[in-house]
């Protein structure tokens, strides 16, 4: 069975950066997509972005996107998120989530299509 686990979230200003870890265990997460999913309270769960196995494909969403970064380093089976330039609306339970299948190369933002998922980390940003 594959287990997720987020750390790095916390308190923080706006205008702060923060980085999310997500690693993975039960099996060599190196080829499988990972994308980061969040939800505040009250709020739809948003896709935040996401990368292909091999690393060489993200994506973001409209809302993070020109401040955030995903990276992965496959050795460690860790996906890393970093925001930059936080604001208040950043506040969520952040999720990693990966999938069943295989894939160097895709990556998708529908959250249905992803089969595995850590139980999220707060970030709180502060005006």
């Known amino acids: 069975q594959v287990q997720l686990v987020e750390s790095g979230g916390g308190l923080v200003q706006a205008g702060d950066s923060l980085r999310l870890s997500c690693a993975a265990s039960?099996?060599?997460?190196?080829?499988?997509?990972v994308a980061w999913f969040r939800q505040a309270p009250g709020e739809r769960q948003e896709f935040v972005g996401a990368i292909s196995g091999n690393g060489d494909s993200t994506s973001y969403g409209d809302s993070v996107k020109g401040r955030t970064t995903i990276s992965r380093d496959n050795a460690k089976d860790n996906v890393s998120l970093q925001i930059n330039s936080l604001k208040p609306e950043d506040t969520a339970v952040y999720y990693c989530?990966?999938?069943?299948?295989?894939?160097?190369?895709?990556?998708?933002?529908?959250?249905?299509?992803?089969?595995?998922w850590g139980k999220g980390t707060q970030v709180t940003v502060s005006s």
């Open positions: 989530a990966t999938t069943a299948w295989r894939s160097l190369t895709y990556y998708t933002a529908n959250p249905g299509d992803y089969d595995f």
């Open positions: 039960g099996r060599t997460n190196s080829r499988y997509p």
